[in-house]
């Protein structure tokens, strides 16, 4: 039985992940800043652990690894889904401080350092068929697509991309997979505000497969990931996008 961290868990595409995780075995141990008692109740079963806290936290970064070890034993895979957009949506001209570094802060700098974390707990592991661990970010269409009214977002998830080349170079040679998923419009929470403008946008044909992305979408790409399904692929960006990322005349 393996056992993963999912940070970013209460809803959305994390809830969906660790769903799909539950589903196929596993054990999970998440953190959000929500309540336990905010969870969907098909969570909470015996191969589930949770820790309320924040991804921007090095403290609660470090409960929250303590909690995967002293509950399963070890961790065997990471998926990183925590992230935020800002507050308010600025034009780049008027950004704030404030917006950049609280977006930053969660979804890049708290990123990296759950995965180090995680990545010096992995190489303890006894590999399995030459394999430590896996590990799996969130990063997004807008790591290469221009929104100048949350530049904070799209710089945050760049940063993102990095990381997992950075992380998949590092970790390759102890046997630790490291890739990333960009999904492109997804039906969330963090989307509900754009919603007409989003369907106005596919129906007149910015994807070629015409329909909004679904949470379980992106969490079937994260399960094939580190499912052991592809034991040669590291620091790939998966594109859960529709065809967004195609070029067409």
Same mark, same amino acid.
């Given at each position: #039985? ?14 969906? &992940?660790? !769903?799909?995780? +539950?589903? =196929? ?5 998440? #953190?959000?800043?929500?309540?336990? *008692?905010?969870?969907?109740?098909? @969570? $909470? ?13 090095? =403290?609660?970064?470090?409960? %929250? ?38 977006? #930053?802060?969660?979804?890049?700098? /708290?990123? $990296? ?8 707990? @992995? ?23 221009? *929104? ?8 945050? !998830?760049?940063? &993102?991309? @990095? ?12 046997? &630790? @997979? ?14 509900? !505000? ?6 106005? %946008?596919?129906?007149? /044909? ?18 094939? $990931?580190?499912?052991?399904? +592809? ?19």
């Amino acid at each position: #039985m393996r056992n993963f961290i999912v940070c970013g868990g209460s809803r959305g595409i994390g809830a969906a &992940v660790i !769903k799909r995780l +539950l589903d =196929e075995g596993c054990c999970v141990t998440a #953190m959000s800043r929500s309540d336990i *008692s905010k969870l969907p109740e098909e @969570m $909470l079963c015996e191969r589930f652990a949770y820790v309320s806290g924040d991804l921007s936290s090095s =403290e609660d970064r470090k409960r %929250l690894v303590e909690k995967a070890i002293e509950t399963f034993g070890r961790i065997d895979g990471l998926v990183n889904v925590a992230g935020i957009a800002p507050r308010q949506r600025a034009d780049l001209l008027e950004m704030s401080e404030e917006s950049y570094d609280e977006v #930053m802060n969660i979804n890049t700098k /708290g990123t $990296l350092f759950l995965m180090q974390a995680v990545a010096r707990e @992995m190489i303890k592991n006894e590999p399995v068929n030459g394999i430590r661990g896996y590990i799996c970010s969130t990063s997004s269409i807008s790591a290469y697509t221009s *929104s100048v009214n949350r530049g904070e977002y799209c710089i945050s !998830k760049a940063g &993102v991309t @990095m990381i997992t080349k950075l992380f998949a170079d590092r970790l390759a040679e102890y046997g &630790v @997979m490291v890739n990333e998923v960009r999904p492109g419009i997804i039906s969330t929470d963090m989307t509900e !505000k754009v919603k007409d403008k989003y369907d106005a %946008l596919i129906e007149g /044909g910015l994807l070629p497969i015409k329909r909004w992305g679904t949470p379980e979408d992106v969490a079937s790409a994260v399960w094939t $990931l580190c499912s052991g399904a +592809l034991p040669y692929v590291t620091g790939q960006s998966v594109e859960v996008d529709g065809g967004f990322h195609i070029r067409r005349l």
